[in-house]
């Protein structure tokens, strides 16, 4: 019986994909604010278009019932999707108010987690503290954050997802013979 399996391989095209992801990381770093502006509107774009897809999904489906749940779905993004292109300032502000709640939700988690876990406290505290400073930093200095976090997170996230493909390499799905359904005696 076979099936399929994800595995990472090297190969020169995953190499020349990592080293394009890192050099794009570092352009997005050298220009946090720019990439953040793109991204906000991006993101409003995309809201944009699935509220617009909810609503012709709604219309379509109108005559089975239940499409007013849809269309509700669908006018709220649209909404929220126009709200972000409207106004890229405080659509930047609300997505770092809630990625600072989320680093110091997540710190808080760790350093509560290290009490029960003897044997990965130090990390656990190590991280924990990390991601507490971090959500603090940014939500006590909210609005000045709000303009480069979201490039940044972006470009560091470019060059790490880079660097994992230079090191590891590209995931492949490939298939695998197992012999999960054969007897054993």
């Known amino acids: 019986m076979s099936e399929l ?18 050099l794009i990381g570092l352009v997005i770093l050298g220009n946090a604010v720019v990439a953040t502006t793109i991204s906000v509107r991006f993101l409003g774009w995309m809201l944009l278009l699935a509220g617009i897809v909810g609503l012709v999904a709604a219309l379509v489906t109108s005559r089975e019932g239940g499409s007013w749940t849809t269309a509700v779905g669908g006018s ?20 770092t108010l809630v990625a600072g709640s989320l680093f110091l939700l997540t710190g808080l988690l760790r ?59 590209g995931l492949t799905l490939s298939t695998v013979e197992s012999d999960h359904g054969a007897s054993r005696v």
């Open 76 to 95: 709220l993004l649209l909404v929220v999707g126009l709200m972000c292109l409207r106004n890229v300032e405080a659509a930047a502000v609300t997505l």
């Open 5 to 22: 399996a994800l595995t990472r391989s090297r190969t020169v095209g995953s190499s020349v994909a990592g080293a394009l992801l890192v």
């Open 111 to 169: 350093l509560v987690a290290a009490v029960g876990r003897p044997d990965h406290r130090w990390t656990l505290l190590f991280a924990g503290a990390i991601s507490t400073v971090l959500g603090l930093a940014v939500l006590l200095n909210l609005f000045t954050a709000s303009y480069a976090l979201l490039g940044v997170l972006l470009g560091i996230q470019a060059v790490a997802e880079g660097l994992t493909m230079i090191l590891l390499g």
